[in-house]
């Protein structure tokens, strides 16, 4: 279908007056499903989140989960709305039924856990009914700075106080984020079509993209356990049964990657062994404890490179000592060679190979045994006497500069 040119010509293009060129700004990086949400120190890094899906797990009790579900609350003023008491806590007292269906809340989906009295001041405690809000998908809309966020939490505070008519009633908590990194609130987007704002998308909140890339990578995978050499075995709690299990070094164990609900918001990897025995980490490197669990491809092929490592290692000391005993062998031939052209034939051997022997001379001495720790020597009117002193009480006895004794 074509606009007609009369539509065509109400078209109006905008004049930007104070219009100012900037630098041409990068794309912030997209999200990587290798690693959970994580607030960064740049906020507009964060915007990588956007359009991203989480999960809220189920979680037993009423208000629990860090109060995550309490800190829920509908992204339009409009939606600030009585508080249900189906599921209430009120201690067989129910006398202040009617004033709970009378009071109004910001919090989504709001229900009454408990009530009590403060200064004389009737005062009720509040939560998002977890029904409503856990075992759920979002999808991330938008991240709101400082400023945003409190222009929507001061916009829904006045409604709701125009709307409780008793200011006597102490209501739910004062929410408030706690601006990490100056991000304050998430809008969100649940299955039932509701826009909701929550001042936390990480734990217990859980990154859906990240969750199905861990059981891509790791479900349904054998993993080596290693252990510090200087422990050698381990003793574990066995997960299902409590019991001590002990556990050796380079075991076998097959990897499950699911959400329990004693994790709470953390993604939970199963390992069972052969014999049944269970182990369940929140990573594969657990915190504060000795040992670690690797995927058996990736040690094999750890072990593969270090064999290989080795034996490359061998290869080249193997080299280097044939070339260091060559290098012995052509120094040993030409020192031999320089004794013959110094010293003659039958000294010269004799130099060469570390021997000393009656009549040689202190100069050939010296070259074949080194210089001696100390000397003396006596001279008369007919000789020169001399003595070297070696270790292990060799010494040579010199008259005239002829070897005369070998003293043993």
């Not at 995978?221 to 709690?237: A, H």
Request: proline letters at 3%; aromatic letters at 12%; a positive charge.
């Amino acid at each position: 279908m074509f606009l007609s040119l009369t539509v065509r010509s109400q078209i109006v293009v905008k004049k930007f007056d104070n219009f100012v060129e900037t630098a041409p700004v990068a794309r912030p990086e997209p999200y990587d499903s290798l690693q959970d949400f994580r607030i960064e120190d740049n906020f507009i890094d964060n915007y990588k989140y956007i359009g991203q899906k989480i999960y809220l797990p189920s979680f037993s009790g009423v208000c629990n989960l860090y109060a995550t579900h309490s800190s829920i609350i509908p992204a339009s003023a409009n939606k600030v709305a009585p508080i249900s008491n189906k599921d209430a806590y009120l201690y067989n007292d129910f006398k202040h039924a009617s004033s709970i269906k009378n009071i109004k809340t910001y919090i989504y989906k709001a229900v009454n856990t408990s009530f009590g009295f403060v200064n004389n001041s009737l005062r009720f405690e509040v939560c998002a009914d977890k029904n409503a809000i856990s075992d759920k998908y979002y999808t991330v809309l938008n991240i709101l700075n400082r400023e945003q966020s409190q222009a929507v939490i001061s916009k829904i505070r006045k409604l709701r106080a125009e709307q409780n008519n008793d200011e006597t009633t102490e209501l739910d908590y004062e929410f408030e984020p706690n601006y990490y990194r100056g991000i304050g609130l998430y809008l969100l987007k649940n299955e039932v079509g509701d826009s909701i704002y929550t001042d936390n998308i990480g734990k217990p909140f859980i990154s859906v993209a990240y969750f199905v890339k861990q059981q891509k990578l790791y479900d349904k995978k054998k993993f080596i356990i290693r252990i510090p050499s200087y422990e050698k075995t381990l003793s574990i709690k066995d997960f299902r049964t409590s019991k001590d299990i002990t556990v050796s070094d380079k075991d076998e164990w097959l990897c499950e990657v699911a959400l329990l609900e004693i994790s709470k918001g953390d993604i939970s990897y199963i390992f069972t062994d052969a014999n049944g025995n269970t182990i369940v980490t929140e990573s594969l490197a657990p915190q504060y404890q000795s040992y670690k669990f690797t995927l058996k491809d990736d040690y094999l092929k750890q072990e593969a490179a270090k064999k290989l490592k080795q034996e490359q290692f061998a290869i080249l000391q193997k080299q280097r000592d044939t070339q260091a005993k060559l290098s012995a062998q052509v120094k040993a031939s030409n020192y031999r060679k320089n004794c013959i052209d110094k010293f003659g034939p039958e000294k010269g051997e004799l130099v060469a190979k570390g021997l000393v022997s009656i009549g040689m001379t202190k100069e050939m001495c010296l070259y074949s045994w080194g210089t001696p720790y100390d000397r003396s020597k006596r001279v008369t009117a007919d000789e020169v006497y001399e003595l070297f002193y070696y270790s292990y009480k060799r010494n040579l006895h010199f008259i005239n500069d002829k070897l005369v004794q070998i003293e043993k």
